[in-house]
């Protein structure tokens, strides 16, 4: 199936963990986003890499580190997990960068920090 | 800052029609997306506006005014399975930014 897939799907941890989420897309896009949902249901951009480069990093804690190995995976590490941090992540691929491409997500990451 | 509202929570009836608001204010504009959200699910697109006007999609049409920073999704002949969250993102000028409202959750009563 061509698309946007994650791992894992369900996260359960404890507070000061280390863990990562994968995220690989077979759309042949360029540019993918770490989002992150809150339990208000608010999605806000966290990261967006254009070819394994680095083109958008929010105000976000350096506790978060995006990979990007190759065009077709971003993979997302946190180091420390707080409880703030319980939320469903999900990753987006979409065609280009710098224009209104439509982006396309993955099914998300539902991570719980107890 | 960016500023984008949306009604919360509305509800309708199976076989209606509903119009979801957005009203935007953000530093540079290109564009505004509308997407769809079912519980526990990932986010999918449903319609683009750039220029002004009305875009038609079967059951679904897209509304945007560039000059009042105002757009809405217009859902018709409404089936239960439209139950979902409607966000709207508008996209940034120059950038593949997306910056999301909160989102709308319907609900369709039989």
């Known amino acids: 199936d061509t698309a946007v897939s994650q791992t894992p799907k369900y996260l359960v941890t404890q507070m000061g963990n280390d863990k990562s989420i994968k995220c690989e897309q077979n759309l042949g896009h360029d540019t993918m986003y770490w989002y992150k949902q809150d339990s208000k249901k608010f999605l806000k951009i966290m990261f967006s890499?254009?070819?394994?480069?680095?083109?958008i990093n929010e105000t976000v804690p350096n506790r978060f580190s995006p990979k990007s190995p190759d065009k077709a995976h971003l993979n997302l590490h946190i180091n420390s997990l707080e409880l703030g941090d319980s939320a469903v992540y999900f990753c987006a691929s979409s065609q280009g960068a710098g224009g209104p491409e439509t982006q396309y997500f993955g099914p998300g990451t539902r991570l719980l920090v107890l | 800052g960016q500023n984008i509202d949306q009604p919360t929570e509305m509800t309708a009836t199976e076989g209606a029609i509903v119009q979801i608001n957005c009203t935007y204010q953000?530093?540079?504009?290109?564009?505004l997306f509308w997407y769809q959200q079912h519980a526990g699910e990932a986010p999918t697109f449903l319609s683009y506006n750039v220029l002004d006007g009305l875009e038609e999609k079967g059951r679904f049409s897209s509304f945007l005014s560039r000059s009042k920073g105002y757009s809405y999704l217009l859902l018709k002949e409404l089936q239960m399975k439209d139950s979902a969250s409607y966000l709207c993102?508008?996209?940034?000028?120059?950038?593949?930014?997306?910056?999301f409202g909160t989102g709308t959750r319907l609900q369709v009563f039989p």
């Open positions: 890499y254009n070819n394994k480069e680095l083109i």
């Open positions: 993102a508008v996209n940034l000028y120059n950038t593949d930014k997306l910056i």
């Open positions: 953000t530093s540079g504009f290109n564009g």
